[in-house]
C-alpha cells in the first residue's frame, strides 16, 4: 500500500476519496504532471512546474501552490514512498466537486492529488530490438501543448495500435508528424536530428527539451522543424521519448524496417548521453 497525498493529507491510497460531483470526474476539468524521481530527488522540476502552471493557466486555473511549496510536497511524498530505483510522481489539479453545469463555476476548491509509482526498466529486448509502431491520423482535440486529463482520444489511439501489432502509433495531421500517443519523435535522417517544432498540437516534453539540449552540447546538428510522413519512411532512425520511457528506438514504422531495423548507433549515443547527464545529478543530490 503506497500513500498519497489528496488536498493537504498524506494517507493510505485506499483511504483517498473524491468527491462524486468533483468536475475532474465528471467533465474530465484538470490537468496533470508526471515527473520522473532519480536519486531520490525530482528530475527537472522548474521545467515541469512551469508546464504545470502553463496548463493550469490554459484551463483558467491558477497553481494552487507556489515553487517552494510544491517542492515540500513531494519530498514529503517521496519519503513516505522510498523506493529502490527510480519512480515518478504523478500531480493531478481538478478544478474541484461543483454542480454539474458546463458553464465554469466563479468559485471551487481545487482538488490537488499526487502519487509515486515505480518506474518500470524498459525490457532489455526492447533495447536490443528496438519497438514497433504504426501511423494514425490524429483525431485529438485542438490543444494538445494542455496537459489535460482527458486523455480517451490517446487511450483509443494506442488501442488501434496495439490492434495493428504495434507498442505505439506517430500521429499525423495533415500528413505532417505532431507526437506518439504519449511521446515525443525524433527523426535521425542524412546527419540531422529533427523533431516537430512546439505548437497547440503537440505537448512540449521536457525530455524533448533535453534531448535537443544535449544533442546541441555535444555538437550534433539539431533542430526543431516539420516531420512529414515521407521524412518517417525515409529516416535511419526514428525515436519516441517521454519522461518515463526516456529514448526507445522504433525499429519497424507500418509493418517495415526503419534504416537497418536495429536500433541505430545514433540512438545508443544518445542514449548513452542522456545517462551521463543523469548520473551526473547524483553529485548535486542531498545525502
Known amino acids: 500500500m503506497s500513500t498519497v497525498y489528496l ?30 524521481v532519480y536519486f531520490g530527488q525530482p528530475f527537472r522540476l522548474p521545467q515541469h512546474l512551469d508546464r504545470l502552471n502553463n496548463s493550469l493557466t490554459a484551463i483558467r486555473m491558477r497553481d494552487p501552490l507556489s515553487a517552494a511549496q510544491w517542492a515540500e510536497l513531494l519530498a514529503n511524498l517521496i519519503r513516505f514512498n522510498p523506493a529502490a530505483g527510480d519512480q515518478s510522481v504523478y500531480v493531478q489539479i481538478t478544478r474541484g466537486p461543483a454542480k454539474r453545469d458546463h458553464a465554469i463555476p466563479k468559485e471551487t476548491k481545487p482538488t490537488l492529488f499526487a502519487m509515486c509509482n ?25 490543444y494538445c501543448h494542455i496537459k489535460a486529463i482527458t486523455l480517451l482520444p490517446n487511450v483509443l489511439l494506442r488501442a488501434d495500435a496495439g490492434e495493428r501489432g504495434a507498442v505505439d502509433a506517430i500521429l499525423l495531421r495533415d500528413g505532417v508528424v505532431t ?42 546538428s539539431a533542430c526543431e522543424q516539420d516531420v512529414t510522413e515521407s521524412d518517417l519512411s525515409a529516416a ?17 514504422l507500418n509493418g517495415r524496417p526503419v534504416g537497418a531495423g536495429v536500433p541505430g ?19 548535486s543530490c542531498p545525502s
Request: aromatic share 10%; proline share 8%.
Open 265 to 283: 548507433d545514433r540512438w545508443r549515443t544518445m542514449l548513452a548521453w542522456y545517462q551521463d547527464y543523469k548520473r551526473g545529478l547524483r553529485g
Open 179 to 220: 507526437e506518439g500517443t504519449a511521446s515525443n519523435v525524433f527523426v535521425w535522417n542524412d546527419g540531422r536530428l529533427s523533431t516537430p517544432p512546439k505548437s497547440s498540437y503537440l505537448l512540449p516534453g521536457i525530455t524533448r527539451d533535453l534531448v535537443l539540449e544535449i544533442a546541441q552540447q555535444h555538437g550534433v
Open 7 to 36: 488536498n493537504g493529507k498524506y494517507l493510505p491510497d485506499d483511504q483517498a476519496l473524491v468527491n462524486v460531483l468533483d468536475r475532474g470526474f465528471v467533465f474530465g476539468d484538470g490537468v496533470y504532471e508526471v515527473i520522473p
Open 236 to 252: 535511419d532512425e526514428i525515436w519516441l521519448t517521454s519522461s518515463t520511457k526516456e529514448i526507445l528506438p522504433v525499429t519497424q
Open 118 to 142: 515505480p518506474i518500470t526498466p524498459p525490457d532489455p529486448a526492447t533495447l536490443t530490438l528496438g519497438v514497433s509502431v504504426v501511423t494514425l491520423e490524429d483525431i485529438r482535440w485542438k
